[in-house]
Structures are given as structure tokens and as C-alpha cells.
T-cell receptor
Framework: GESVGLHLPTLSVQEGDNSIINCAYS??????FIWYKQESGKGPQFIID?????DKRQGQRVTVLLNKTVKHLSLQIAATQPGDSAVYFC??????????FGTGTSLTVIP | DTAVSQTPKYLVTQMGNDKSIKCEQN?????MYWYKQDSKKFLKIMFS???????INETVPNRFSPKSPDKAHLNLHINSLELGDSAVYFC???????????FGDGTRLSIL
């Protein structure tokens, strides 16, 4: 399954399938990006980050892709599990402590 | 062993009151933040401190005043609460600027 953009989309995927969550960031000068996962009633939790000198970074079951040309970031989750159900945010950083968060994508995993 | 803890978890109060939210981190981080999350889940930074020094003060009404007594604490005091202040407020910390943040579980503020 795949989602697009900053309009708080919802994405439903079957357990075991791969998920792709997309994010269009706003500032072409931003050079550091983070993906967070927020479960209901909890604070955002760090998943993976990437700096602009890279276009791909892999973690455990997750991959972040960065396309600076079109200001696009994606999070790929392999073999999605029910525990992956949450709202996912991308955040961009231009300088210092200032992070701008996207509006989030709600992922629901269907067992 | 909660890394970033906020109190209270829920805060229900009337318009016009003054309230405080406390935040403590035991991660040894130098940087702390306050964020506001609205009903549509939009997260916006309010304040950021480095080593007790205010670094970021976004366009936030001056009814909101952060206070950092030491590097491990960043409290948020809100005067004359308004209906529009209803939201979830998150405290976070990081090793320094441009580093992943660790968030608390939020304080849900409801104004009657």
C-alpha cells in the first residue's frame, strides 16, 4: 500500500505486505530528516533519520528514501505487522533546533 | 525508567485559569523542547532550550512561559487559559541540535 502527501491520509495494508508512506517537505534547503511513529496516547517515537548527503538509509524492516530534486521523502516498512499501526510523521530540519513536522499518515494494518 | 516524563497526563480546567506542566528527562540531554499537537494531529514546535538557554521561541502568545531550572527540566506555565489552548502538549529532549528527539507521552489539556 502507498500514501501521498501532507493531508493526513490513511493507509490500510494487509499484514505481511510492504507499506510505503510518503512525505513532501517544504524547504529545499532542509538537510536533515526524521521519521517518527506515534501510537495512540503516546508521544512520537524515533524510527530512522537521513541527512541530505544520502538518498537511502536502511534500518530494521524500514528504509527511508530521499529525493531532493522533488523534495520527497518516503518510509518503506517491510512485512508490515499489526504493531506497526500508528500515525507516521516526517520532520525536516533546516538549521539548529527548528524541526517542522508533516501532518502525518495514519497506517492501519489488517490482520 | 521513563526517559522523558511529563506531569500531569491530563489537565482539565476552566478558561482564565493559570496552569503549569512539568517535564523532566533523565537521558542527560542538553536540549529540550515543547510542542503543541492539535486535534488534527499537527505538531508544532513552541520552544527549545539548549543548556537552559532559550533558543527557539516560535510565534506563541506570551501567556506561555517556559522555565528551565536546570538541563533536566523544562516546565511550561500558561496564564489566562483560552479555549484554543486545548491540545496535547509534548515535551521532548535531544543530545543537541539536529538530533533525534525523545518525546514524553504528552499532557492533554482541555479548557472548559
Amino acid at each position: 500500500g502507498e500514501s501521498v502527501g501532507l493531508h493526513l491520509p490513511t493507509l490500510s495494508v494487509q499484514e505481511g505486505d510492504n507499506s510505503i508512506i510518503n512525505c513532501a517537505y517544504s524547504n529545499s534547503a532542509s538537510d536533515y530528516f526524521i521519521w517518527y511513529k506515534q501510537e495512540s496516547g503516546k508521544g512520537p517515537q524515533f524510527i530512522i533519520d537521513i541527512r541530505s548527503n544520502m538518498d537511502k538509509r536502511q534500518g530494521q524492516r524500514v528504509t527511508v528514501l530521499l529525493n531532493k530534486t522533488v523534495k520527497h521523502l518516503s518510509l518503506q516498512i517491510a512485512a508490515t505487522q499489526p504493531g506497526d499501526s500508528a500515525v507516521y510523521f516526517c520532520a525536516e530540519n533546516l538549521t539548529g533546533n527548528q524541526f517542522y513536522f508533516g501532518t502525518g499518515t495514519s497506517l492501519t494494518v489488517i490482520p | 525508567d521513563t526517559a522523558v516524563s511529563q506531569t500531569p497526563k491530563y489537565l482539565v480546567t476552566q478558561m482564565g485559569n493559570d496552569k503549569s506542566i512539568k517535564c523532566e528527562q533523565n537521558l542527560g540531554h542538553d536540549t529540550m523542547y515543547w510542542y503543541k499537537q492539535d486535534s488534527k494531529k499537527f505538531l508544532k514546535i513552541m520552544f527549545s532550550y539548549n543548556n537552559k538557554e532559550l533558543i527557539i521561541n516560535e510565534t506563541v502568545p506570551n501567556r506561555f512561559s517556559p522555565k528551565s531550572p536546570d538541563k533536566a527540566h523544562l516546565n511550561l506555565h500558561i496564564n489566562s487559559l483560552e479555549l484554543g489552548d486545548s491540545a496535547v502538549y509534548f515535551c521532548a529532549s535531544s543530545h543537541g541540535p539536529r538530533q533525534p528527539q525523545h518525546f514524553g507521552d504528552g499532557t492533554r489539556l482541555s479548557i472548559l
